[in-house]
């Protein structure tokens, strides 16, 4: 814009106005009345004027704009085609519009200088002053549907502030009305599968089965009765459903109510029913969906079933998963992954175990177990931790005075310096990248293992060679005495081994209270029989009087939420094993069903968590970052106060809640 246009609306006269009411004011005040008098003539008469070429530099400015050009000499307003305005920022005051403008908005041609904002309720400019040239979204006016670009353009003159843009609006009403119907129709591609179906059938007889099966057809049809949708069982415990986007929001408001429906059928022996659901979205074909489907009902199940998992290109999204996990009673799984671990092994130059950070005893424990392996396949191992921030310093003392394991920790830099192509990693106590003890380990290292029981978070390892995810079982070093009792003859497995293992069990079940299942015990026996002595394990769980008093402190400073659960937000920082136990002690109390422990540590918010009721901890601290099981769960939450996570983890219960 050149300079004089710049100054065409508002000349600044307002103080010469100013200075000549004031000599009138000055003249009277001196009873100099005629003075005064012509004064205040000579004001007004200029004051008409100011108006009338006020008047006359709007008009100009209006033609400015109408015949303005481009580089190339191209009238850039003049017989466009788009409805277009000139307006002027920030007031959003129009100086010109085109006829079409005037159409679409409903005013005349000579009602001009009014705001954007009343021709257009709602209307913003923001996004022209941020630089973009086009208003995100689409605005409706007059029924219409528009697409608005625009540019926005300074003054040259940096003593003035008038800026004036150009806008232009774009009918895209049959497009918008094309794309959403689009949108509302692509298909969403899900499949409903029993989890629990061969348990529910066990010695049930032929016209038993069918009627439980008729339930199930009756649930599943009920709830796809509204849907439109496709639907056909293509396995005895499998249904394929195809319905369209546009029901989707409908059924996450109801957080998939079949959850709850198929738990009124029952067995004869009292046992529900319960299904995973997995629903593929945003896939570029049917395949594609039905992939994510699939993907989506493995997560369900590697977290315990019982839920509904949305998956889209990027993430997963959960519903549900608020019962405890049921207990599988066949070990096939356990004897095939025994033989292909043992196979993977002897093909290995080096194992490294690795668990994550802040190891505990179960990490630790199971880690200890697999050494017996390795050692019977002729196979060096190493474990790689940190030495100095972990949870299980006592078993650690216990390991570095035996001659035997002189040599079995290392870091995770030099295990990164040591390793090569036929190196073999196992991940133990967790599936998440984040969580391990060192992720470039992990990166490096082609060949993976993972053995765990946590729930399956949405970005878990992938991709391992080997994946014994048991989200029933008590522990990892449950899952690891399994795989020795069919890998190993039991007088391989050291008694120091098979204490670290019990340990490890012992932690995660506490002392056999809580996740515990006949296989549990079966373990326990097992390393029992291997020379695990219970009294030395319970010396690993001893503590000093001061963590002692500390752990009461915790207690003390608990408060009462939803007159079951417990939490304790602490200002100071503690150890992570303190709080644990804080968390444990917590539900011994009568009427507590869970309890969470806060404290700051740096730069970030630990949470650790208890649950032996209802309320699923894992489900509530997924929210947060976190991850576990129903019964024990924990998250670090960065760069956040210790007050606000507070708030956020009530929130989340609220949700779950919900």
Not at 108 to 121: F, N
Request: proline residues 2%.
């Amino acid at each position: 814009m050149k300079k004089s246009v710049g100054r065409l609306l508002y000349p600044n006269t307002a103080w010469y106005f100013a200075l000549m009411l004031l000599f009138t004011a000055a003249a009277a005040l001196l009873r100099q009345y005629y003075l005064a008098g012509g004064a205040f003539f000579v004001t007004v008469i200029a004051f008409i004027i100011s108006r009338v070429r006020f008047s006359r530099r709007k008009r100009q400015l209006m033609s400015y704009v109408q015949t303005a050009t481009d580089s190339v000499g191209i009238s850039v307003h003049a017989g466009s085609a788009f409805p277009m305005a000139v307006i002027r920022l920030p007031e959003n005051e129009i100086i010109w519009g085109n006829p079409s403008f005037f159409t679409i908005t409903g005013l005349s041609d000579t009602a001009c200088y009014q705001t954007l904002e009343s021709v257009i309720p709602g209307f913003s400019t923001s996004w022209l002053r941020e630089g973009r040239s086009e208003l995100p979204g689409d605005q409706i006016i007059g029924g219409r549907r528009y697409r608005i670009y625009g540019n926005y353009v300074k003054s040259e003159d940096d003593a003035t502030t008038v800026q004036l843009a150009t806008i232009y609006f774009a009918d895209m009403t049959e497009m918008f009305n094309v794309r959403d119907e689009f949108l509302r129709t692509r298909p969403i591609v899900s499949i409903i599968l029993i989890d629990n179906y061969d348990e529910l059938t066990a010695n049930l007889s032929d016209s038993a089965v069918s009627t439980l099966d008729a339930q199930l057809n009756d649930v599943v049809a009920n709830w796809t009765a509204g849907l439109e949708a496709l639907c056909r069982k293509i396995e005895r415990n499998r249904y394929l459903v195809i319905f369209e986007s546009k029901d989707l929001a409908r059924l996450q408001e109801g957080r998939f109510s079949i959850l709850e429906d198929v738990r009124h059928v029952a067995a004869s022996s009292g046992m529900s029913a319960t299904i995973s659901l997995g629903i593929g979205k945003d896939g570029g074909s049917f395949a594609e969906n039905y992939r994510f489907a699939t993907l989506a009902i493995e997560m369900s199940l590697s977290r315990g079933g019982d839920q509904a998992v949305v998956k889209d290109r990027f993430n997963f999204t959960f519903y549900g998963g608020r019962t405890k996990e049921t207990e599988r009673h066949t070990r096939v799984k356990s004897r095939v992954m025994a033989g292909s671990l043992s196979e993977l092994i002897g093909q290995s130059s080096t194992v490294y175990i690795m668990g994550h950070r802040m190891a505990d005893l179960d990490a630790l424990g199971s880690a200890v177990g697999l050494l017996s392996l390795c050692r019977a396949k002729g196979r060096p191992a190493r474990i790689v931790i940190d030495l100095q921030k972990n949870a299980c310093q006592s078993l650690i003392a216990e390991l570095k005075a035996s001659q035997e394991y002189a040599d079995l920790f290392i870091s995770g830099q030099d295990a990164l310096v040591e390793a090569d192509n036929r190196s073999l990693l196992i991940v133990v106590d967790t599936n998440r990248p984040e969580q391990v003890e060192c992720r470039p380990l992990l990166e490096s290292i082609s060949r993976v293992a993972v053995i765990d029981h946590h729930r399956r978070a949405a970005d878990y390892i992938e991709q391992p060679v080997l994946n014994l995810h048991e989200p029933y079982a008590s522990s990892a070093s449950e899952l690891v005495t399994e795989l020795l009792q069919y890998a190993v003859n039991q007088r391989d497995v050291k008694p120091l081994e098979a204490q670290a293992l019990l340990a490890g069990i012992v932690l995660d079940t506490k002392n056999f209270s809580v996740r515990t299942g006949s296989r549990t015990f079966e373990s326990a026996a097992y390393l029992r029989k291997a020379g695990a002595d219970p009294v030395e394990v319970k010396k690993l769980f001893q503590n000093d009087l001061d963590d002692t008093l500390m752990r009461y402190r915790v207690v003390q400073a608990a408060r009462l939420y939803r007159s079951e659960l417990a939490i304790a937000c602490m200002e100071e920082t503690i150890t992570r094993v303190i709080a644990s136990q804080a968390a444990d002690e917590l539900i011994n109390i009568s009427g507590i069903t869970a309890s969470f422990v806060l404290f700051p540590d740096g730069e970030q918010v630990i949470i650790s968590a208890r649950s032996i009721g209802s309320c699923n901890v894992q489900a509530v601290l997924e929210k947060l970052g976190g991850g576990g099981n129903g019964a024990t769960a924990g998250a670090q939450i960065k760069g956040k106060p210790l007050r606000e996570v507070l708030q956020e983890l009530v929130a989340a219960i609220d949700a779950f809640y919900a």
